[in-house]
């Protein structure tokens, strides 16, 4: 059972990752909007001194993702919307495959067997649990990830041109060291474990609640709108993490740490928030839940699929 828990997981993740890829794509680029004018000042340095002119940070250009979409296909080319998806391939493989398999492993050992469900909060400590190790484990895809779907928006002369997630990681370990294919882990931890945790946990308790009070049969829209419901939970609930790993893991570091715009997560969070103000944590929201919402969908609507193929096996 456990087994197959882990293999239902990944290939469900595989497939939703694999077709949501642009619109995740698109998340990112959106994320990194305004970056540029960022000051490289320490973010404890709040005051000015009287020798230092004060610095004036110019209100960055926003584009939806419409136009971000657009823009991206016009100066990169259609297949430019599936950048880094065989780093999203490989994420998928060890980071969901990992959370899905070990959620659903808890969760057969914690239902109780009287009643046939397991309480919300042990849900959710299946989640926060499961997410954690899952993300530990695919942190040097996510960060070449990051990097291959932000690499379009820098000048030529500056793109990494990674060849795919293996040349990725080789590089960044020889060029950076293999520290750098955990940077950001801390923040790929809490956002996993809180996507996790509201994803999977409310997954469960929306189509539990469906199903308890008669709206709809256990079938494909019970899955559908339960689905999305844990989606659009999971979009509100991780969009602030998600946009400060995507400029921790996306920004250029020297080989001894020099030139980096960012000291760590926090750090980053106090320019961001200083620069651009407090609702840039939730730049690319919109695409963030235009994936996450079709991601979730696809995610168990595929799984409870697979779930009925293998059931005998």
Request: net charge positive; hydrophobic share 45%; with cysteine.
């Amino acid at each position: 059972m456990g087994v197959k828990a882990f293999l239902e997981g990944g290939i469900a993740s595989i497939v939703a990752g694999s077709t949501t890829h642009p619109l995740d794509l698109i998340k990112v680029r959106m994320q990194l909007q305004g970056e540029k004018n960022l000051p490289l000042r320490p973010a404890y340095a709040f005051h000015h001194s009287s020798h230092s002119p004060p610095i004036f940070h110019p209100k960055p250009s926003v584009s939806g993702p419409i136009s971000v979409g657009i823009r991206i296909v016009q100066s990169e080319g259609i297949t430019a919307l599936f950048s880094g998806v065989s780093a999203t391939v490989l994420r998928q493989t060890l980071y969901s495959t990992t959370r899905m398999g070990l959620y659903d492993v808890l969760k057969q050992n914690w239902t109780d067997p009287e009643i046939g469900t397991m309480p919300v909060t042990k849900k959710i400590t299946a989640g926060l649990i499961a997410g954690g190790i899952g993300a530990a484990v695919g942190n040097p895809a996510d960060v070449a990830m990051v990097r291959m779907q932000a690499d379009g928006r820098l000048p030529v002369n500056q793109r990494r041109d990674y060849k795919g997630v293996f040349d990725a990681i080789r590089r960044m370990a020889n060029q950076e060291g293999i520290g750098s294919l955990w940077r950001g882990s801390a923040l790929t931890v809490n956002r996993a474990m809180i996507v996790t945790a509201s994803q999977l946990a409310s997954y469960d308790t929306f189509k539990e609640m469906i199903l308890e009070k008669g709206w709809m049969k256990d079938g494909f829209g019970t899955h559908v709108v339960a689905s999305f419901a844990a989606g659009f939970l999971a979009a509100v609930a991780s969009n602030p993490i998600d946009v400060i790993k995507t400029r921790v893991m996306s920004m250029k570091v020297g080989s001894g740490g020099e030139g980096a715009p960012y000291k760590g997560a926090l750090d980053c969070a106090v320019k961001t928030v200083r620069a651009e103000g407090v609702m840039a944590l939730y730049k690319g929201f919109i695409p963030t839940i235009s994936r996450q919402g079709p991601f979730t969908v696809v995610l168990f609507v595929t799984l409870e699929q697979l779930r009925k193929l293998l059931k005998d096996f």
